[in-house]
Protein backbone atom coordinates (compact mmCIF):
# COMPACT_ATOMS: atom_id res chain seq x y z
CA UNK A 1 0.00 0.00 0.00
CA UNK A 2 1.35 3.84 -1.01
CA UNK A 3 -0.27 6.68 0.38
CA UNK A 4 1.07 10.10 -1.42
CA UNK A 5 0.61 13.28 0.16
CA UNK A 6 0.56 16.63 -2.36
CA UNK A 7 1.68 19.80 -1.50
CA UNK A 8 3.17 23.44 -2.73
CA UNK A 9 0.15 24.56 -4.69
CA UNK A 10 -1.34 28.15 -3.90
CA UNK A 11 -1.89 31.33 -6.42
CA UNK A 12 0.90 32.35 -8.63
CA UNK A 13 0.44 35.39 -11.42
CA UNK A 14 1.29 33.93 -14.92
CA UNK A 15 4.91 33.76 -15.86
CA UNK A 16 5.60 32.69 -12.28
CA UNK A 17 6.62 29.60 -11.11
CA UNK A 18 6.00 26.85 -8.32
CA UNK A 19 7.15 23.65 -6.74
CA UNK A 20 5.00 20.77 -6.19
CA UNK A 21 6.37 17.77 -4.07
CA UNK A 22 4.32 14.59 -3.26
CA UNK A 23 5.57 12.55 0.02
CA UNK A 24 5.15 8.77 -0.86
CA UNK A 25 5.03 5.85 2.53
CA UNK A 26 5.70 2.36 1.81
CA UNK A 27 8.62 0.54 1.49
CA UNK A 28 8.52 -0.46 -2.38
CA UNK A 29 8.74 2.88 -3.74
CA UNK A 30 11.26 2.61 -5.72
CA UNK A 31 9.37 0.10 -7.85
CA UNK A 32 6.64 2.06 -8.67
CA UNK A 33 6.87 4.23 -11.31
CA UNK A 34 5.64 8.30 -10.42
CA UNK A 35 3.73 10.60 -12.41
CA UNK A 36 1.94 13.89 -11.78
CA UNK A 37 -1.37 14.19 -13.81
CA UNK A 38 -4.27 17.61 -13.11
CA UNK A 39 -7.55 18.23 -13.21
CA UNK A 40 -8.89 21.54 -14.23
CA UNK A 41 -12.68 22.57 -13.56
CA UNK A 42 -15.22 20.93 -15.94
CA UNK A 43 -12.36 18.84 -17.58
CA UNK A 44 -11.01 15.38 -17.64
CA UNK A 45 -8.14 14.63 -15.58
CA UNK A 46 -4.95 14.53 -17.77
CA UNK A 47 -1.54 13.01 -18.01
CA UNK A 48 1.44 15.89 -16.61
CA UNK A 49 4.34 14.23 -16.38
CA UNK A 50 5.83 10.69 -15.23
CA UNK A 51 9.50 9.03 -14.04
CA UNK A 52 9.47 5.65 -14.43
CA UNK A 53 10.82 3.19 -12.10
CA UNK A 54 13.81 3.05 -15.11
CA UNK A 55 14.71 6.95 -14.28
CA UNK A 56 12.96 8.04 -18.14
CA UNK A 57 11.02 11.30 -17.47
CA UNK A 58 7.64 12.01 -20.28
CA UNK A 59 5.77 15.22 -20.48
CA UNK A 60 2.53 16.28 -22.37
CA UNK A 61 3.54 18.76 -25.06
CA UNK A 62 1.66 21.41 -23.23
CA UNK A 63 4.36 21.52 -20.57
CA UNK A 64 7.69 20.54 -22.24
CA UNK A 65 10.52 22.86 -21.80
CA UNK A 66 8.35 24.27 -18.61
CA UNK A 67 7.63 21.95 -15.89
CA UNK A 68 10.38 19.22 -14.69
CA UNK A 69 9.61 16.36 -12.64
CA UNK A 70 12.17 14.66 -10.40
CA UNK A 71 12.47 11.89 -7.71
CA UNK A 72 14.31 11.24 -4.70
CA UNK A 73 14.01 7.37 -4.16
CA UNK A 74 15.62 7.83 -0.25
CA UNK A 75 13.40 10.14 0.55
CA UNK A 76 10.27 8.88 -1.39
CA UNK A 77 9.67 11.80 -2.80
CA UNK A 78 8.29 13.14 -6.39
CA UNK A 79 8.70 17.21 -7.12
CA UNK A 80 7.12 19.16 -10.03
CA UNK A 81 9.08 22.41 -10.53
CA UNK A 82 6.62 24.41 -12.82
CA UNK A 83 7.83 27.55 -14.48
CA UNK A 84 6.39 29.91 -16.83
CA UNK A 85 3.37 29.21 -15.74
CA UNK A 86 0.34 29.90 -17.86
CA UNK A 87 -3.51 30.32 -16.64
CA UNK A 88 -4.39 27.09 -18.52
CA UNK A 89 -2.08 25.61 -15.82
CA UNK A 90 -5.04 26.38 -13.36
CA UNK A 91 -6.37 22.82 -12.04
CA UNK A 92 -5.35 20.72 -9.26
CA UNK A 93 -2.35 18.25 -9.62
CA UNK A 94 -2.15 14.71 -8.37
CA UNK A 95 0.60 12.31 -7.71
CA UNK A 96 -0.30 8.83 -8.86
CA UNK A 97 1.96 5.71 -8.32
CA UNK A 98 1.84 2.93 -10.69
CA UNK A 99 2.60 -0.58 -10.94
CA UNK A 100 1.87 -3.53 -12.67
CA UNK A 101 -1.97 -1.86 -13.30
CA UNK A 102 -2.11 -0.73 -9.56
CA UNK A 103 -2.83 2.69 -9.08
CA UNK A 104 -2.35 5.20 -6.14
CA UNK A 105 -3.57 8.43 -5.78
CA UNK A 106 -3.07 11.89 -3.58
CA UNK A 107 -6.41 13.73 -2.43
CA UNK A 108 -4.22 16.79 -4.54
CA UNK A 109 -3.61 20.37 -4.48
CA UNK A 110 -4.77 23.10 -6.00
CA UNK A 111 -2.65 25.50 -9.04
CA UNK A 112 -4.44 28.57 -9.52
CA UNK A 113 -2.36 30.97 -11.86
CA UNK A 114 -4.21 34.61 -12.26
CA UNK A 115 -3.27 37.80 -12.08
Known amino acids: QVRLVESGGGLVQPGGSLRLSCAAS????????MNWHRQAPGKQREAVASFTRGGSTNYADSVKGRFTISRDNAKKMVYLQMNSLKPEDTAVYYC?????????WGRGTQVTVSA
Open 96 to 104: NAAFLGNNH
Open 26 to 33: GSVFPVYD
